[in-house]
């Protein structure tokens, strides 16, 4: 082919179209007589957006980055020799000598009450209900459910002050409990540390119990294997089987206070995988391997309402039940942890029966123990 000929295609060729006229083309498609499905329309979000709203979205954006952000400042630091002696350091420390994950982490209070928390919780937004006092004399294990696909609600509540845990319960220190792999990334360990969040270890749950009256711990009970089930208008709980928190709280003698949340399954729209199918098979492979899963999920975008990993505004309340006072002991029976299990349970249910009607009215099925 000459030159000529090559030419004269380039003049013919229609030029790519770039990917923001690609998304008005398919958009204006329905115009002409094509159905468009709503998922795959892009619903672009206005340009006067309140500015408080701007802001909101950008919090939970930020956190949502990061742990990529975190990891990449680490590695640019190792890019960046004179930065070294400070660096090398940091990371004996962080990873051969720091034991704070497992010892209650350094809680900060001025970072807690950040305004950037509020604007988090106000995203959703993000409230709390208190169902009764707890007094500060004892220590309590809080059982938060359900888990969702990331615990917004958890975080939001129990690992800063925006939605007014001190006020409500004053002189309760929370811990929210996550994986110990979380304190594995450089200066995201930190982070973690300075909202109170430690490792979920039995060995951290003991520590922070000991500490005294006051001292609570927050654990996500149905784990990463919940987050599968995590459908809106659906609540499926695995925790006929969760005996472990409930064996903590008897040995250190810390009251038993379940926590649902109202809307944490409804920040996100995830694939329904069915058991035995491929897909599903290869989530809980991950999660027997790295301790945690990848459900298939999406949300909404930055700049749109229906297009990216952003949640969804859909309010989230979290019921703060009644304490199931227990008794310690340092070898609790079968029996004793069913009994304990089945009052837990009993709560959890007044709770739902109570609040369903408001904070779960489109929900699809009621509360299921699947596990």
């Known amino acids: 082919m000459t030159t000529a000929d090559n030419e004269k295609n380039k003049r013919n060729a229609s030029p790519l179209p770039s990917p923001?006229?690609?998304?008005?083309?398919?958009?204006?498609?329905?115009?002409?007589?094509?159905?468009?499905?709503?998922?795959?329309?892009?619903?672009?979000?206005?340009?006067?957006?309140?500015?408080?709203?701007?802001?909101?979205?950008a919090a939970v954006?930020?956190?949502?980055?990061?742990?990529?952000?975190?990891?990449?400042?680490?590695?640019?630091?190792?890019?960046?020799?004179?930065i070294w002696p400070i660096l090398i350091p940091y990371l004996i420390w962080a990873f051969l000598i720091d034991n704070a994950p497992e010892d209650g982490g350094r809680a900060r209070k001025w970072f807690r009450d950040s305004r950037i928390w509020k604007f988090f919780a106000?995203?959703?937004?993000?409230?709390?209900?208190?169902?009764?006092?707890?007094?500060?004399?004892?220590?309590?294990?809080?059982?938060?459910?359900?888990?969702?696909?990331?615990?917004?609600?958890?975080?939001?509540n129990f690992a800063t002050n925006a939605t007014g845990f001190s006020s409500l319960f004053p002189n309760i220190n929370p811990h929210l409990l996550t994986l110990t792999a979380n304190f594995q990334v450089p200066f995201y360990r930190d982070l973690l540390?300075?909202?109170?969040?430690?490792?979920?270890?039995?060995?951290?749950?003991?520590?922070?119990?000991?500490?005294?009256?006051?001292?609570a711990i927050t654990i996500v009970v149905g784990g990463a294997a919940e987050?599968?089930?995590?459908?809106?208008?659906?609540?499926?709980?695995?925790?006929?089987?969760?005996?472990?928190?409930?064996?903590i709280a008897i040995r250190e003698?810390?009251?038993?206070?379940?926590?649902?949340?109202?809307?944490?399954?409804?920040?996100?729209?995830?694939?329904?995988?069915?058991?035995?199918?491929?897909?599903h098979?290869?989530?809980?492979?991950?999660?027997?391997?790295?301790?945690?899963?990848?459900?298939?999920f999406h949300g909404r975008g930055i700049f749109n309402y229906n297009l990216g990993l952003m949640p969804y505004r859909h309010p989230i309340v979290s019921v703060v039940g009644k304490a199931i006072e227990v008794e310690q002991t340092s070898n609790p029976s079968q029996e004793m942890l069913e009994d304990v299990q089945s009052r837990y349970i009993d709560e959890l249910m007044r709770i739902w029966d109570k609040y369903k009607d408001i904070y779960a009215a489109n929900r699809t099925r009621e509360l299921t123990l699947v596990d």
């Open 281 to 296: 098979k290869l989530q809980k492979t991950f999660q027997k391997i790295f301790g945690f899963t990848l459900p298939l």
């Open 20 to 57: 923001s006229a690609f998304i008005q083309r398919l958009n204006s498609y329905s115009k002409h007589g094509f159905d468009i499905p709503d998922h795959i329309r892009v619903k672009f979000a206005p340009i006067n957006v309140p500015r408080h709203r701007r802001l909101q979205t």
């Open 61 to 82: 954006a930020t956190w949502a980055l990061i742990l990529p952000i975190s990891f990449s400042l680490f590695l640019l630091c190792l890019s960046f020799p004179p």
């Open 193 to 215: 540390q300075s909202m109170g969040i430690c490792s979920v270890t039995k060995r951290s749950c003991e520590r922070i119990l000991r500490k005294g009256p006051g001292n």
């Open 122 to 156: 106000e995203y959703y937004p993000v409230s709390m209900v208190k169902e009764d006092e707890l007094p500060s004399d004892k220590a309590y294990v809080f059982g938060y459910h359900p888990h969702g696909i990331i615990g917004m609600g958890a975080l939001a």
């Open 253 to 279: 003698g810390a009251n038993l206070v379940p926590v649902f949340s109202f809307g944490e399954n409804d920040i996100y729209q995830q694939l329904a995988t069915e058991d035995g199918s491929t897909i």
């Open 227 to 247: 987050s599968l089930n995590a459908h809106p208008g659906t609540s499926d709980l695995i925790l006929k089987k969760r005996l472990g928190f409930i064996k």
